[in-house]
């Protein structure tokens, strides 16, 4: 649970203030199973289409135009190598020396072009590609962080796992390819159009003649390398579909693996004080065991296409040649008509051929694709996939009484395990208020007063705008300098070094005061027990007036904690605080106590007599 304040997108009830129905959720990409390509499509448009009406729509257009139009640029110039390979080679067979020192020039004129094109489309399409992945990453980040749903999502299952390794490496490949395949494809087509009109104009048609009988072909080259392209592209396209589905496998036991080690790194003194690197090596082992099945799976599907495409590949380089000599040799058309015409057949049958050169990278982007898609459709759908658990979420909603209410309120686990029984409590301002006993069951409270913790029924009540602060047992500190993780989330304004130090001092950590400006991981650097201390420097900067507080000083020895229950009273006489723990953790100073007992049924609320209350004002 990480602190806060009021939260102005917190969950409230349904339209009318009527609580949602149930909803069963709806197969998604991402699942698993292999939706179809228009579907994907769809869902990827859905997901990723927004950048081009985005804020920056204007440049995104125009520099979608731009690459459009340079991508035209590009394809002549295959178009003006076509005819002039047939110039020259018409002017070798005639060995005509001056028409050699034009086309010389002409060659200059059209390398010239070609790198100047080529360099601005370069750079055209890899603007396109980061501010495209840059407001994915953004949207999915975005949505992702809202309303505590990275907390919330790890408990329910589904295909959003890793979501960090989705944002940062699944929207890459996802934005980077998208733009990669959808250039390359626009540019075969429109090297299928211009080949085409070129190499029906030199397929001067043969007679065909079947039982004496003469039939014309116009345009035989054109047909023969469509039936040719046709034929491999469904061949390969069919030995190909294993490798989509190895690719989606290899990246998520990759992503898995990475986890594993992210995880071990931000909890090495942990490893490291129980000399458990054994076990944690087996964990690594395990998870590569997945990442080389994985990586052979992928072998055998693109084994597959190699076979396939290696025999293809030569034979497409003299296939062109082997079709057009015969007119040669007959004498029908000249050298450099051959030329032309076997180089037109060859991007011809190349444009034709795109699916074949371009499955890998069409597996990689689907597989990255759909894994974002997943992300994406888990976080929009969140509120559906709770109620399909739990029926109905817990409702938040606020009043103009100056109470916290709990209304026929009760808790279950993600998958509908009941947990906290019906519970109807009142807490007013300036109550201290203790819930011990099954603290487990005490923390899902505070979370759902965060709204972290949807699963379960009925209502919380809060006051009109209150200013909240959650502290959890272990504070959230950012890497980066002290004085930024003190001051969390950043206030506006900031406070200055000297109200910093008095709240270090204040909390007994001193010796923290000069190093303000450090860098470190503080999570790291710092003892459980000085972190408590500086949850309460926090709390002393943000002066709130509601206080919630899970085991905030459970490591503190009993003066400390005492300390810190003074800090409370004197800083705060008028604040409400409600705290989870056990018996001792406000010191005795509470004027309520409520136990948390388990039966069968669950976990029961009742509220018991103080026995004694110190003081607070």
Known sequence: ????????????????????????????????????????????????GGYWSSEQKVKVRLLTLALVIL????????????????????????????QFAQLSWILLIILVSNVAIVNLHLRIKRRLQI????????????????????YQLAFLPGPHDNPDGRIAEDVRNATEYAIDLGHSLFYDLLLLLSFTQILWSLSQAPYLVIDDVPYYVPGYLVWLAVVYAGMGSSIALYLGRPLIRAVDRRQTSEADFRFSLSHARENALGIALAGGERDVRRRFYELFAGVTSAWDGVTRALANMFFYSSSWSVLSQVFPTLVVAPRYIAGLITLGVLIQSAQAFQQMVGSLSWA?????????????????????????????????????????????????????????????????????????????????????????????????????????????????????????????????????????????????TAALQ????????????????????????????????????????WIFMEEAADTLDPVGQRAMIDLLRTEFPNDTVLAIGHGGALAGAETRRFLLERHEGGVTVREDKVQSSQAWA
Not at 5 to 18: S, T
Not at 139 to 146: I, L, Q, R
Not at 409 to 420: K, Y
Request: negative net charge; charged residues 25%.
């Open 131 to 150: 501010g495209w992945r840059d407001w994915l990453s953004r949207k999915v980040e975005h949505d992702w962080m809202m309303k505590g749903r990275h």
């Open 71 to 98: 991508t035209i640029c590009q394809v002549g110039v295959p178009v003006a190598l076509n005819r002039w390979m047939r110039w020259l080679f018409d002017a070798l067979e005639q060995r005509a020396m001056h």
């Open 1 to 48: 649970m990480a602190e806060s304040g009021n939260d102005p997108d917190q969950d409230g009830p349904g339209e009318n203030g009527k609580k949602r129905a149930p909803a069963r959720p709806q197969p998604r990409a991402g699942s698993g199973d292999l939706i179809s390509w228009s579907d994907f499509f769809k869902s990827f448009w859905r997901t990723a």
């Open 506 to 545: 204040r909390v007994g950590l001193d010796d923290l005061v000069r190093r303000l400006d450090e860098n470190s991981n503080w999570h790291q650097a710092l003892t459980v027990e000085a972190q408590q201390r500086l949850g309460f420097a926090r709390l002393l900067l943000k002066r709130p007036d």
């Open 356 to 500: 074949i050169d371009n499955l890998g990278k069409v597996a990689d982007w689907r597989a990255s694709a759909e894994r974002v898609i997943g992300l994406a459709d888990a976080v929009e759908r969140f509120d559906e996939l709770v109620c399909a658990t739990s029926g109905q979420p817990i409702q938040v909603v606020h009043s103009e009484r100056p109470v916290l209410a709990f209304r026929d309120f009760a808790t279950t686990t993600p998958t509908g395990e009941p947990q906290i029984q019906s519970m109807n409590v009142e807490i007013g301002e300036g109550e201290r208020v203790l819930m011990t006993g099954e603290t487990s069951a005490g923390s899902t409270i505070l979370k759902a007063l965060a709204g972290l913790w949807p699963w379960g029924d009925g209502t919380i009540e809060l006051p009109d705008n209150p200013k909240l602060f959650f502290m959890p047992p272990r504070p959230y500190l950012p890497t980066g300098t002290l004085r930024d993780a003190i001051d969390y989330p950043v206030s506006d304004p900031a406070p200055d070094d000297a109200t910093i």
